[in-house]
């Protein structure tokens, strides 16, 4: 299969995560979900980047802490997630996350690939916008741009030194390790699949760059639904599963589209978020915690992102 440019809509469940016991919600062992997240992180607005606490919608299926939300608005966040994660001893049943947007890049690197392949050969410019259904409308958490750096892999040890340990831990070890006994029930042998690098706002591709839409954190915040994305020509709101490619577009064309995404990101009061700080490991847990300890923990390894 030949490398392409291509534009994707990548649709992908828009439920939420809530909460196992009070406070705390634990690795997800069932189906992928979105959390509304709280992370130190760089953001856009206008043209400069600034640096601070933002709340975004994303994937996180490791560990959180959780904090409430009262009020929440219509098709908006029931709970803000303070997001870590703890080693296990095992990453069976455990799900992965991908689309990854933490630490120094955006990854994207297996996810829907074994199934379909065009995901598995995109040249540099390719956009994927990550996103759901909801009421016959899309709508995006995640907007990745295939940067310049990729990783073809098919076992864990073509990923060996080429990405972090964190994303070892959260994405990559899930992966193969539920895979390997997938294949051993089937009899199946593993396809290549390619980790992405992300384009990034001091590494773009033709201007562009990867992004989640964000706002700056504030006390008691009632969070903002993801926002709705209209492109008839590249975008069907009415696809819930599966992927949709156009692939008959030349760089210009995807930037116009980059463009009008971001435009219409901000028209509906929301930032670009570029960077956020990786989330805490830990080696070990104290779940569930006491209710004195439930707070907001921002604590995490130093990176680019560091305020």
């Known amino acids: 299969m030949d490398d ?6 990548f649709p992908h469940q828009g439920e939420q995560h809530g909460q196992d016991v009070p406070g705390w919600k634990g690795w997800n ?17 206008g043209a400069k980047v600034e640096v601070g606490e933002v709340l975004f919608w994303g994937e996180w299926e490791p560990e959180s802490r959780v904090q ?29 996350t991908d689309p990854f947007v933490f630490g120094e890049q955006f990854h994207y690197g297996v996810c829907k690939q074994p199934t379909f392949r065009q995901l598995s050969y995109l040249l540099p410019g390719s956009i994927i916008v990550f996103g759901s259904c909801k009421d016959n409308e899309f709508v995006l958490d995640t907007l990745f741009v295939v940067g310049n750096r990729w990783i073809d892999h098919s076992t864990l040890e073509d990923l060996a030194g080429g990405v972090s340990r964190e994303y070892k ?30 384009a990034s706002r001091d590494n773009p591709v033709h201007g562009m760059y990867s992004f989640f839409p964000c706002c700056p954190y504030e006390v008691n915040s009632e969070g903002f639904a993801r926002p709705k994305i209209e492109i008839p020509q590249v975008v069907n709101p009415k696809k819930c599963t599966g992927v949709k490619y156009q692939i008959d577009l030349g760089l210009n064309e995807m930037k116009l589209l980059w463009d009008e995404i971001a435009e219409q ?43």
């Open 169 to 198: 831990e959260v994405t990559v070890f899930p992966w193969y390790e539920n895979l390997a006994k997938s294949e051993a029930c089937a009899g199946a042998s593993s396809q290549t699949c390619r980790l992405y690098f992300g």
């Open 4 to 9: 392409k440019l291509c534009f994707v809509q």
């Open 68 to 96: 409430r939300i009262e009020n929440p608005v219509p098709h908006g966040p029931r709970f803000i997630h303070d997001p870590y994660y703890v080693v296990p001893e095992s990453y069976e049943c455990l799900e992965n």
């Open 265 to 307: 990101v901000k028209r509906q009061g929301r930032a670009l978020g570029v960077c956020a700080k990786m989330p805490e490991r830990r080696i070990a847990d104290t779940k569930p915690l006491a209710e004195s300890q439930r707070i907001q923990t921002l604590a995490g390894p130093s990176s680019k992102c560091s305020a």
């Open 29 to 45: 062992r069932g189906g992928h979900k979105r959390k509304f997240l709280r992370r130190t992180g760089k953001y856009v607005v």
